[in-house]
């Protein structure tokens, strides 16, 4: 029975924190999104500085992302009416070029665009709330970080610790009390 304590208490905090890692592991595509659309875009919750990325797959063949990504600009120069329209659209605010970016880079943010615009179309769905244009009133009930989610796995990790040391302690304890007091017939 002790054994099974000893090995339960490690292996439930080991499971945690790999599920956890599991669930909250973040994509290339959401990395690079951070680093590099974040500042001036959103999906599904509205106009920044640059338009609402969500749906703009289905709006754009990804071709042509890849260039606009790259460098809006050269688009617009050339006289591409979608570029040159979409310019005009955001009253003229230059995008920032991206040249640096690979096409596999720019495809994996293209990827996790799609999956949160899903995301958001069905947080919205389930909620029931959404106004047009996409925005969502339904805030999720949590949300955690990456970081954040470890640092809760490793206090979840710490309590069980805690816990599996004071049961112990406390067998212990009755064990020598036990053994002190006369009762020597376990050892």
Known sequence: MKFKLGFLTFLIPVFCLYSTSQVFSASPGSELFKTNCMAC?????????????????????EAWLLKWIKSSQSLVKSGDTVAVSLFEA?????????PSLAD?????????????????????AATGSSFAGGQ??????????????ILLSLVIMLLLVVLSLSI?????????SDYYSGNRSEF
């Open 90 to 98: 955001n009253n003229k605010v230059v995008m920032t070029d991206f």
């Open 136 to 149: 969502t009133t339904g805030e999720p009930l949590f949300s955690f970080s990456f970081s954040e989610t």
């Open 41 to 61: 875009h959103t999906i599904g919750k509205g106009k920044v500085v640059g338009p609402d990325l969500k749906g703009v797959n289905e709006r754009y063949e």
């Open 168 to 176: 112990s302690v406390r067998k212990l304890s009755n064990e020598l």
């Open 104 to 124: 596999e880079q720019i495809k994996s943010i293209l990827t996790y665009i799609k999956e949160e615009g899903l995301l958001a179309a069905a947080t919205a």
